[in-house]
């Protein structure tokens, strides 16, 4: 559920920090503050009160994103693009070079692992040793549920920032995705781990954890990652030209734009696998049906105008999902291998040795 209306429990916040970011700045004529005369001295009736034809700044501005507005010329929208088409490169490349270097560890540890077993064998085993809980409880997750525990991890980080009241105008401007914000790159991805709701933060954190041993064993943890970051990505800029080309600005922030995208993966992938509601486990439904009722509502929200939820970044999220299966998997992913040959060379080259060796460059 990435966000719009979270401005109710976000707006004290709100305008604490901007009435302390505004330096210098004009706010809009509904800002506009009456001011009077001095009484004459030598007459009762005081003189009439004029309005102040210029704007000037506010004691208590009320922040109001789509009177707030900046340009909604499309133009500001060519270095978010930009921002988008090179990070998703960035994340597929990134998420190549780590598989073909885990690939490798797991070659070269293969003989360490069994020599360390037979180790741990000759010594006396601790009892009550907390380490060995911690390890035997992480080795009962599956890989899925490992991977996400990292992003987990990070928005509960992200979210006992936002209790911090000195760090609340950074959070504002680097942790919630807006259009009329100065800063309009960096925030299309660390939006995609910001919650300020707790409930939010536990609903989303409760799909992906659900949806993560499916989706990576599908993709592989490598991939998995790539698609999330990505889509999240992905799923913010759709939000920026939804919201430019309406005029309905404002901030929005969550991790549903990056789980859309995972639910409508696994979902095209596996269409008629059964899904239930946690609150209601009688009635089951197939991830089809289930993908078809979450697009209708989202494209709705989205034409209605909806506000409690961001539903552009939740379309364009499921439309990310969606194209990766169909096209996205074997445009991008099955197209790695020249790519990984070439890390492969240089790392090869620049390694221990691999000066001596020949054909590395054919």
Not at 32 to 55: I, T, Y
Not at 299 to 325: N, S
Request: charge should be positive; charged fraction near 20%.
């Amino acid at each position: 559920m990435a966000w719009r209306g979270y401005s109710v429990l976000l707006r004290l916040t709100v305008e604490d920090a901007l009435r302390s970011s505004v330096r210098g700045g004009r706010w809009p004529l509904t800002f506009q503050q009456r001011r009077g005369f001095k009484k004459a001295a030598k007459k009762p009736e005081p003189k009439n009160v004029v309005e102040d034809p210029g704007p000037s700044r506010t004691s208590e501005p009320h922040w109001d994103p789509q009177l707030h507005g900046p340009q909604r010329a499309l133009s500001r929208l060519i270095r978010p693009f930009v921002f988008t088409v090179g990070f998703t490169g960035c994340s597929f490349a990134s998420a190549a070079i780590w598989q073909y270097e885990s690939l490798k560890s797991r070659v070269q540890s293969y003989f360490d692992e069994i020599r360390a077993d037979w180790l741990d064998k000759l010594r006396p085993q601790k009892r009550g040793d907390v380490r060995k809980e911690i390890n035997q409880w992480w080795n009962s997750l599956s890989e899925g549920q490992r991977t996400v525990t990292g992003i987990i991890a990070a928005n509960a980080v992200v979210f006992c920032c936002w209790r911090i009241p000195s760090l609340q105008r950074h959070m504002i401007r680097y942790f919630t995705s807006n259009p009329a914000s100065k800063t309009l790159c960096s925030p299309m991805l660390l939006s995609t781990f910001s919650h300020f709701s707790f409930f939010h933060m536990a609903a989303n954190m409760y799909v992906l954890w659900s949806f993560s041993s499916s989706a990576v064993s599908m993709l592989g943890r490598e991939q998995f990652m790539a698609v999330y970051l990505s889509a999240g990505v992905v799923s913010t800029f759709f939000s920026y030209l939804c919201k430019t080309l309406s005029g309905r600005l404002g901030p929005s922030l969550g991790a549903s734009g990056a789980i859309m995208a995972v639910l409508a993966a696994v979902c095209t992938k596996m269409p008629e696998a059964k899904l239930a509601i946690i609150f209601l486990p009688m009635f089951t439904f197939t991830a089809s049906n289930a993908l078809k009722a979450i697009v209708a509502m989202d494209t709705a929200g989205l034409v209605l105008g909806w506000k409690f939820f961001d539903h552009a970044a939740h379309l364009g999220g499921a439309m990310f999902g969606i194209w990766y299966i169909l096209f996205g998997h074997e445009l991008i992913w099955k197209n790695r291998d020249p790519f990984v040959k070439l890390w492969h060379d240089l790392r090869t080259r620049g390694g221990p040795g691999g000066g001596g060796e020949r054909g590395g460059s054919a």
